[in-house]
Structures are given as C-alpha cells and as structure tokens.
C-alpha cells in the first residue's frame, strides 16, 4: 500500500460524510468493501430519506466552512459539493421516494446485496443470516415511501411498475433467490456450516422471501392501478437527473443532434468492417458468419468464465508498466458469472483493504443461455477489467497517499466511470488489440448501441422530435423499439430490458457515450495544451489519480484551474 494522506480539514468533512453515510445505508458500505455494516440494511422510509438528505445538508455547511489547503482540498470540495447539491435538487424535485424502476432501485439493490456479502467462512453465512432478517423492516420502509410518493400522484410509469411485479415474484417460492441461496449456502474456505447456522439461514430467507410477496401484492394491488400511461420525465427534470450522471452540465439539444450523428458514423464504419470480415456481406451477414464460426463461439458458462479470466489476466500482463502505471495489489481481477439472470456484464471495486475483496467482473447469463460469441465480447473484457473499470476503480482506491477515503471509495460519477470505460474500449483499437476485423466489428456493435441509447433516451424524455428513419414526430414506445432493435445487434429479450431501463432510469444510458465524448474532448484539451511535451501514458495517470469526480471538476482538475 502507498503511505495514507494526513488529512486536512476538507478531508476530514468529506470523511465524516463518508462514515455517516455509510452507517445510514449499509448498501454502500458493503458494495464499497468497508466492513462493519454487512449485517444490516437500510430503512429506506421516507424518514429514512429525510435523514439522508439531513446529512447532505449538514455537509455542505461544514464545506462552506472548511479552508481548502491545496488544490487537492478544492477538487474535493468542487465534487462534494456538485454530488450533494444535485441529490438535493433531486430530492426536492420528488425524485426519491417514488424510486421503482427494472433495475437500480430499492427493489433490485436490496436483493442484490447478498451477491457481494462476503461468504468466506462460517461467520459471514452467520452475518449474511442477520441481514436475511432485516430484509422485511428495509422492504417495510419501502413501501412506505412508494406510498407516501403516490399519495402526492407521484407514481412510476406502469411498465416499471410491472417489472417491479415480476422481479418481486422471482425471489419467493422454493425456486426463488433467497431459498436457493440460502440452500446453497457454502463457506468459500471449505468449511461446513453447523447445522443450527444453516437453519438460520433458512429462516431468514423464508422471511426475506415473505417480504417480498408482500412487495409484489402492494405493487399489484395499490401501486400499478395508480400508475401513469407515459414514460417521459420532461426536460426540466431530465436536466437534472442528466447532470447527476455526468457531473456536467450539456446542451441536451446540441447533444440529441450529436448523438444522431455519432450513430451515423458507427454505422458506416461498421458496414466497412463487414466488408473486411467477407468481402460484399452487410452488417447481419457479416455477425451471422460470426456466430456460427465454430472458433470464436464458447459452450457453457465454465468455459466462458475460463476465457473471461484468460483474456483479462492478459490484458493486465500487456498493458502494465507499457500503457498504463497499474498498482501491483490491483494486477488481480476475479472474472465470475453472477448468481443472477438478468443478462448484462457489471463490476465490483475490490473492499478497502484491497485485500479481502478483490475486484470482480461479473457475467450474469439469462436463463437458457449456454453459447458465447468471444469477437462480440472481447471488448466487454477491457471495459470491465483492465484498461476499464478494474484500473480506474482500483486504482484510485490504491492512492491513498494523494485522495481521501471519500474521492478513494464512494466519488463515483457515471459519466466518468462508464465513459471511461468506453474511452477504454476504443483505446484498445487505437492500440492494436482489436486489430481483427471481428473483435473490432464487436466493440462497433456495443458502441452503436451507446449511441442508439443517447437518441432514444433524450428524445423520449425530452420530448425531442423522433428522427425519419421511424417517421419523425413524437416518440412513443414502437419507435424507440424500432429504433433500438434496428441499431442494436442482440436478443430481443436483452433489448426489451434494456428499453426499460431507458424509459425508466432517465439519463443514465446516454452517460456512457456523452462521458466517452468528454474524455476524448478532455484529451484534445490536454494535448493542445502541453504541446509537443504532451505523453499519453502520464495524461492517463494524471486523470485516473484525480478519482471519478464529475466531468466538469475533471476537467478543471487536469487542466490546472484549481492551482
């Protein structure tokens, strides 16, 4: 480990918000590997969120009264503030309480909380069976809070309300997660649970599971009937929900145009890459050969997990101490496939100690999935792991010697993260590692439907005019289906989630591409600015050492506007 920073003043407001606010939501506190909290959940009550916002404000006042000391103390203080602040204008918009959504909201974290608990002995299945306990007060104070949002005809748009339904649905019965987690439970040592434990457990997922029939019967039975028809926002608060995403400020007009554009070119470069892989084929002819080129395909998720290890571990041995400067305790990632079968690839920052977690990239495979394509994939792996998440998270965590505990574990900015990544993603083609025209034509395809997702997500919220290729006019949910499905190379299935999760998660999707676009703006900025004595490598370094802060204090960061 680096020598740990003598903290300032600033550093210490941000720190004891970090304390604070992970004693308040134990979610955080596990998924940032602090220990401690893994035995409880949140209230998520209306009261719950008024305590939240309490701190937030309380936070801000210590900011206005705390003397930064360096240019490292006002980058904190930028960022801090521009997280809370938003929240807060969030909040006061009525964005919390009525958070339901088919993925990211109380309903899916709650659950998903016992994917990263940690399971290595006997005494954590012991703490898991705890939190199996608190499962019910959390849901409880759930519902309270949709309840109390409906009650102002604040009410999540029935489709999201639908998937609330049957996602609920899916943790109870004898088949559902908690009983076959509890069933399966194993310590990762080896151990045996003694006998009185694994009937803890199962109790505990008996009541976890309860609670969520309860969910399911309020989301049926009170919810849905009071749910709205439409999907869209509207731009006021799509600015703001934009901007907690990118921690910037964007033209969401300028950016709509822009994005129909980024389309337009992705789509041209990939019908040119089709012709590479067979000469005079399209696009769909190009990705059927693919699919069924018996050495880019994987059989069965061992084999995929096998590959996703492979190929990481060797993307780190290339990259290290060449590209990149990659911390020694961050050179170990865990390739998993996930417990869940939602679909989609995520990863997980490793605990603080860098030691008891390690960073995981994991796979969750829907159901009757058993086939893998390694060209669509390849790129998956540099934006999950090494140059992607796994460096930019890692990394930052390791740096405890230039970035207090608050910009180390919990400052994370979408815009930065995922655009980051994809910044990764296309580095990686710039550096020779996509040289195939198949691997290149895989990270075109993700990178297609980046852009699909900027078009269709600020122009159904916004209410912005839908483009002529699906008859212009106003958006409804057959064009942005038609939309997607035409510029996104995957199973319906996956493509209808996804959908949702635009019409439901208002900018987040679009803070991929729009995050890609000010990193490579970033750059033009840094090179033009250092001239001849500009190195890429240091440009890297420089950037990832200032934390995933939002992308305007970034920018300010790396330029040297904050001294």
Known sequence: MTETRIPTAVDSVADKYLDEWTALDPLVATYLGIAGHDHELPDLSPDWLASVSALRRSTLAALDAAEPSDANDRITVAALREELTVAEELRAAGAEEPDLKNIASPLQNVRDIFDITPTNS????????TRLRAVPTAITGYIESLRFAA?????????????????????????????????????????????????????????????????????????????????????????LHSRSFLGARIDLAETYDWGQQELARITADM???????????????????????????????????RWMQQTSDAAIAALADTHFDIPQPIRRLECRIAPTHQGGIYYTGPSEDLVTRPGRMWWSVPDGI??????????????EGVPGHHLQIGQTAYRSNLLNRWRRLASWVSGHGEGWALYAERLMADLGFLDDPADYLGMLDGQSLRAARVVIDIGVHCGFEAPAEVGGGAWDYDKAWRFLSAHANMADGFLRFELDRYLGWPGQAPAYKIGERLWLQLRDDAR??????????AFHRSALD????????????????FG
């Open 528 to 537: 033009a600015k250092a001239g001849d004595n500009f190195d890429l490598k």
């Open 122 to 129: 006997s005494d954590d299945w012991a703490t898991i069976a």
């Open 370 to 383: 058993t086939g893998f394509g390694t060209w669509r994939e390849l790129t998956t792996v540099y934006h």
């Open 151 to 239: 009650g102002r005809d604040d009410v999540a748009a029935r489709r999201q309300v639908e998937a609330g339904i049957k996602q609920s649905e899916d943790n109870v019965g004898p088949d559902g997660f908690f009983a076959t987690f509890a069933h399966g439970a194993r310590p990762d040592d080896g151990g045996e649970l003694p006998s009185s434990l694994r009937a803890d457990l199962e109790h505990g997922a008996d009541e976890a599971a309860e609670a969520y029939t309860r969910l399911a019967a309020f989301l049926r039975e009170e919810l849905l009937p009071q749910a709205r028809e439409h999907d869209a926002v509207g731009k006021e608060r799509y600015a």
């Open 271 to 305: 019908t040119e890459t089709a012709g590479r892989i067979k000469p005079g084929a399209t696009v769909a002819e190009a990705i059927e050969f693919l699919d069924n080129e018996p050495s880019r395909k994987l059989e069965g998720t061992d084999a995929l997990q």
């Open 546 to 561: 200032v934390g995933s802060v939002g992308l305007d204090v970034l920018r300010s960061a790396v330029l040297g506007e």
